[in-house]
């Protein structure tokens, strides 16, 4: 089975930096190989609905960004580790949420993988 598995989440205050981890690994249901066409991160406040906050396609690196994190956050990848990262810089109360790594895998029309989630919480 395919896993997400994110780390690096924590309590920090307003200003302060943080970076989150994902890797990929398993294998589909069928028992092959997964290959994903984009990895991205959500997030979900309490009360509050699930929110895109960043992406990258696999193949040529392009990013995304949802508008209330563009010019402080910054996702990347490396291809050799099956792992993305998201850079959070200049960190704010409402960035407070669960945040989770996902994965499109070949062939899927959405993200068809997701992680169990890492809890970044902003204190001002």
């Known amino acids: 089975q395919v896993q997400l598995v994110e780390s690096g989440g924590g309590l920090v205050q307003a200003g302060d930096s943080l970076r989150l981890s994902c890797t990929a690994s398993g294998r589909t249901a069928s028992g092959r190989p997964n290959f994903n066409v984009a990895m991205g991160w959500f997030r979900q406040a309490p009360g509050k609905e699930r929110e895109f906050v960043a992406s990258v396609r696999w193949a040529n690196g392009d990013t995304y960004y949802g508008d209330s994190v563009k010019g402080r956050f910054t996702i990347s990848r490396d291809n050799a580790k099956n792992t993305i990262y998201l850079q959070m810089n200049s960190l704010k109360p409402e960035d407070t949420a669960v945040y989770y790594c996902?994965?499109?895998?070949?062939?899927?029309?959405?993200?068809?993988?997701w992680g169990q989630g890492t809890q970044v919480t902003v204190s001002s």
């Open positions: 996902a994965a499109q895998s070949v062939g899927a029309t959405q993200y068809n993988y």
